[in-house]
């Protein structure tokens, strides 16, 4: 067991890649000489050389093009964006090209490409800093999408993901890089799993990412009240977990959706949709979401708080859906 | 599924009395439903070809569901122009086949039936636990947020629902329909005795001429003489609905009969008017026969415009009936027995009938209930017209 970051754990995982694979090179805004603007990378450019961790220009679109060109090629490109805010820049490359080329070549190219780019809200960067679109790259067919929440999938993620064929892209929310964990190194896990952080049997608690913490944290408060809370963690958020969520919905009856993402036409959304669809008869309550604010999310901090998802904001959806 | 009372709300289909692909004419039994009132044979009103059960034996489905598609004789068209336009049947909803749910949850069927009063909620896994114990939401009060009913509600009921014993449905649906006519029905009553000695005087010199099959009861005269006098009383017979009394079209007396076991049933006896009074001794004894069984059909349940209930052989003088809804009038006939009866300034011994009626004060007045009453006696008192 080793104690370590979320941020080390990220590095700890490209490292070893690149070690393992000559074919894996990193790419990114500030991401060799700065050594990453979350410093994820840094130390790498010493350590791998400028061939390998490669600085680009401010150009999203151009270097995740770049990206997906190399991965048809036969390399295994590790392209960092510095924030989801930014890809949209590049949506039409991630979209229109690694999402389809595959099919649209009838199999004869793959892309596997991995884009990795931080996510979220709550640092007083302003609402074009703070966005949190990982919903809207799960309603893309042809990408998976992760949502690493715990140092463990934070390290244990990438592996994996630079060993599918297809294009992955791994959502960090920034309020994590600084959590520390005793993991097991090298860490070890699936992408295609919900995980069950916590069990209960009153109400299923379903989130990811950014908001596994407020949760887990919200969970330890019910059962200071008696109310027993499930916490799943998606981790996966395309392609979803449907019988993860059918199973821990059936178990508890009740479920409450966190999702730092805005909740129209969202991955929330999806999710309450696919419990109406599939386990409508479990259901021994209306089910109930706590979402970011319908705002772009301010700066000012009380109100960024206000707009976020909160602990006792989640403590209070549940005391309603089980009418205590 | 036939409305087979203005209180039911579901049946279940107990056994079909035709095969798929059998014709049918219009007239025919071809199924035998389970309601509150007991098992009722389904009348079919079409000729054709029964192309489609939709329903199977032992599912409960709410009223106004189709139980079977019938192809008519000539154009295959039009029936499927009926069919597609046709309310859909209750839908089978498939459930999902989550690998990770374990034993009887997998499993689960949809509730096919709800009875819940408008307003009021059920979650959607309390509405199948009580399905599955067959327990009726309307009945369970609810835990949930804003009084909702959930699933802890339904388990809790279960236990008292368990006790309950086989009669409970017969019970309720007579408690249900009393408790509407006592609430909503602003009955008046009259009652009035006469000399029935014409009656059965004329009754023991026709049975003396007939053999014991083909014998008159005085509940026969009786019935008939309701039907003629209702001919000239169209205020008693008929429905109150929500535009008011509608007077009835034809005269179709429910009889009430008690029935083994317990509860009652008041079938009715179609056109009672046009019925001479042979055919209506044997219609009685049909209809007895079979509801003592628990087997009327469909019609003889739903059609009834009056009732008549007779409870002289119980020994009783006179009886103050209840109106059974949506009807608008009940005559109720205590036993025959011998009075001293004054005829003119002399007192003789005659035997005396009491009848009583009680009938709905929106849909008629006291004088001309008391006027039906009156030709009522005047008609019995010339037995070889009815």
Redesign the interface.
Same mark, same amino acid.
Do not use: E, I, N, T
């Given at each position: 067991m080793t104690v370590m970051s979320y941020r080390d754990a990220v590095r700890g995982a490209i490292r070893e890649a690149m070690q393992s694979d000559p074919r894996v090179f990193l790419m990114g805004e500030d991401v060799g000489h700065y050594g990453g603007c979350y410093a994820v990378s840094k130390g790498l450019l010493e350590e791998f050389g400028p061939e390998r961790i490669r600085d680009t220009p401010l150009s999203e679109s151009g270097f995740t093009g770049a990206g997906i060109g190399a991965a048809m090629g036969g390399l295994r490109p590790i392209v960092e964006i510095m924030t989801c805010n930014f890809s949209l820049l590049a949506l039409d490359q991630i979209m229109n090209n690694a999402a389809t080329i595959r099919h649209m070549s009838g199999g004869q190219f793959n892309v596997p490409v991995v884009i990795r780019m931080a996510t979220g809200g709550g640092r007083q960067l302003g609402a074009q800093h703070s966005h949190s679109l990982e919903g809207w790259y799960a309603h893309i067919p042809g990408i998976r999408v992760l949502a690493p929440g715990t140092v463990a999938d934070a390290g244990g993620m990438l592996a994996p993901a630079l060993d599918d064929p297809d294009p992955v892209l791994i959502f960090e929310n920034a309020l994590l890089y600084n959590d520390t964990a005793d993991v097991d190194w090298p860490a070890s896990v699936d992408i295609d799993h919900a995980a069950v952080r916590r069990e209960g049997t009153d109400i299923s608690l379903i989130t990811y990412g950014g908001s596994l913490g407020k949760t887990l944290a919200a969970a330890d408060q019910l059962a200071a009240e008696g109310i027993s809370a499930e916490v799943l963690d998606l981790r996966v958020l395309r392609p979803l977990d449907e &019988? +993860?969520i *059918? $199973?821990t919905v +059936?178990r508890t009856?009740r479920c409450v959706i966190v999702d730092e993402g805005w909740q129209s036409g969202s991955i929330s959304a999806e999710i309450m949709a696919r419990i109406i669809e599939? =386990?409508?008869?479990? *259901? &021994? +309550?209306p089910l109930a979401r706590v979402c970011s604010k319908e705002v772009p999310i301010p700066y000012a901090h009380h109100l960024e708080e206000a707009a976020l998802p909160s602990i006792t904001g989640i403590v209070e959806a549940c005391r $309603?859906? *089980? =009418?205590r | 599924m036939p409305s087979l009372g203005s209180d039911m709300e579901a049946g279940i289909l107990v056994e079909w009395m035709k095969q798929q692909g059998e014709k049918v004419s219009r007239g025919d039994i071809i199924a035998v439903v389970e309601t509150d009132k007991g098992a009722i044979e389904v009348e079919v009103f079409e000729d054709g070809t029964l192309a489609e059960l939709l329903v199977q034996p032992g599912e409960k489905v709410p009223v106004g569901t189709p139980l079977a598609r019938i192809t008519g004789p000539k154009d295959t068209a039009s029936t499927e122009r009926r069919h597609a336009s046709a309310p859909a049947p209750t839908p089978a909803v498939p459930m999902p086949t989550v690998s990770s749910v374990q034993g009887a949850e997998a499993a689960i069927q949809p509730p096919t039936v709800t009875t819940l009063a408008e307003g009021s909620r059920a979650t959607p896994a309390a509405r199948l636990l009580a399905s599955e114990r067959g327990i009726d939401l309307a009945l369970v009060k609810g835990t949930g947020p804003d009084g909702s009913i959930v699933r802890r509600d339904i388990e809790e009921a279960a236990p008292r629902a368990a006790t309950v014993p086989d009669l409970e449905p017969m019970r309720r649906a007579i408690a249900a329909a009393m408790s509407r006519a006592k609430r909503d029905i602003p009955h008046y009553y009259l009652g009035h005795s006469f000399d029935v000695s014409q009656a059965v005087q004329w009754l023991d010199a026709y049975n003396a001429a007939h053999p014991p099959q083909e014998r008159l009861l005085l509940g026969a005269l009786t019935l008939k003489a309701v039907a003629l006098a209702l001919k000239d009383f169209p205020e008693f017979n008929g429905f109150y609905g929500p535009d008011g009394f509608v007077p009835a079209s034809a005269i179709h007396i429910g009889t009430a009969i008690a029935m083994r076991g317990g509860g009652l049933a008041a079938p009715a006896i179609h056109n009672t008017d046009t019925l001479t009074l042979a055919e209506l001794m044997e219609r009685l004894r049909d209809l007895i026969g079979r509801v003592r069984k628990g087997g009327f059909r469909s019609s003889e349940i739903s059609d009834p415009t009056i009732t008549v209930s007779s409870l002289g052989d119980r020994g009783v003088d006179m009886l103050l009936p209840i109106i059974y809804p949506p009807q608008v009038a009940i005559i109720g006939f205590g036993s025959v027995a011998p009075r001293a009866w004054a005829i003119e300034d002399a007192v003789a011994v005659r035997p005396v009938l009491t009848a009583t009626l009680a009938a709905d004060h929106r849909a008629s007045d006291g004088h001309r209930g008391a006027l039906l009453l009156r030709r009522i006696g005047g008609l019995l008192d010339t037995p070889e017209d009815l």
């Open positions: &019988d +993860a *059918l $199973a +059936a009856r599939k =386990g409508f008869w479990y *259901l &021994d +309550a $309603a859906v *089980l =009418g | -």
